[in-house]
């Protein structure tokens, strides 16, 4: 196992420094973003051509690769034309003359090592392997609650920026009445469910480190913390809208 882990990380890295070779021509950072879910995709389709497949590796396969290309696709629909994200722009003009060298580390390397860490219930699950059994189906069903979230999310936030009349508003309709930030809550259930339909195949209690990884970063380092920051100096009522609204799990507004 811990060859194809091992094989894993490299290959993921290897396609990270690519994509930072492609970063250096374009001159735009941000374009990582967009192999964010494309990264996972290939981290669990070359772990199922070195397993024994069996159903629950296919259905892992499969979970991963839906959501990963829904992702991709809308990132990549969404920025795409855009000028350089304003965080990587930041960096840009704080590390001025290092920054191509320096972002091939902090930015691209860095999110080749956390997607793989994520990644490590999804490795281990397909190559142990299994039948699908209620425990992987309750993951599912979780999975599919989180990827419904996070595409309707979407979905209502690329409508109300579509209308000139909301430019400068809080989105505060649909399901970002009840949270601040579906699009997050839902990545966080389709990382738990995806661990919870990987412990069919035998839990191994290391691959915990995962979903907490991803639950850590949507909620304190790259999602709801560093959003937060720039959306209150950028939107009209958007102090109201933190007093009213849940910051991330849904509830009723206050």
Known sequence: MSSVL???LLAIAVMHALVWLWSLRRRDVSIVDLFWGIGFIVIGWR????????????LLVTMVTIWGVRLSGYLTWRNWGKQEDPRYARMRERWGKWFPVTSLGVVFLLQALLSWIVALPLQTGILLGGKIGSIAVV???????????ESVGDYQLASFKA???????VMNRGLWRYTRHPNYFGDFLVWWGIYLATTQAGFVWWTVIGPLVMSV??????GVTLLESSLKSRLDGYEA?????????????Q
Do not use: E, H, K
């Open 163 to 169: 209308d000139p009349a909301n430019r400068g508003q």
């Open 139 to 149: 993951g599912v069903m979780l999975w599919l609650v989180g990827l419904a979230f």
């Open 241 to 253: 809208y933190v007093q009213r609204t849940n910051a991330f799990f849904p509830w009723s507004p």
């Open 217 to 222: 970063l949507l909620l304190r380092i790259s």
């Open 47 to 58: 772990t199922l051509t070195v397993s024994d497949a069996s159903p629950l590796s296919y």
């Open 6 to 8: 091992i094989g894993n």
